[in-house]
């Protein structure tokens, strides 16, 4: 069982940045997948960035050349550096780690508010 949990999240001014992080309570580096997903209100929760296990890094159209994902395994933790944010982006987003046998772990959700 592993628990993550969420924080960084909060209300900015378009162009602005912000960072998200994702502190897990067990290893996360035996994993399949680590990743980040939103969901804005009315709408799929959807992809926004992936590490993935033999496939690298994977972003959603909407946030290329914005967003970044990385990992400190060391740390257990993974964070989603976010630039030029824009009104589309606001969303609560979550965090999901992947275990080694292919079981989804999912953060509680931290709400992004971008201001236009």
């Known amino acids: 069982q592993v628990q993550l949990v969420e924080s960084g999240g909060g209300l900015v001014q378009a162009g602005g940045s912000l960072r998200l992080s994702c502190a897990a309570s067990?290893?996360?580096?035996?994993?399949?997948?680590v990743g980040w997903y939103r969901q804005a209100p009315g709408k799929q929760r959807e992809l926004v960035a992936a590490?993935?296990?033999?496939?690298?890094?994977k972003y959603g159209d909407s946030v290329k050349g914005r967003f970044t994902i990385s990992r400190d395994d060391a740390k257990n933790t993974v964070y989603l550096q976010m630039n030029g944010l824009k009104p589309e982006d606001t969303a609560v987003y979550y965090c999901?780690?992947?275990?080694?046998?292919?079981?989804?772990?999912w953060g509680q959700g931290t709400q992004v508010t971008v201001s236009s």
């Open positions: 999901n780690v992947v275990s080694s046998l292919g079981y989804p772990y």
């Open positions: 590490i993935i296990r033999g496939a690298g890094t």
């Open positions: 067990g290893s996360i580096s035996n994993g399949n997948a």
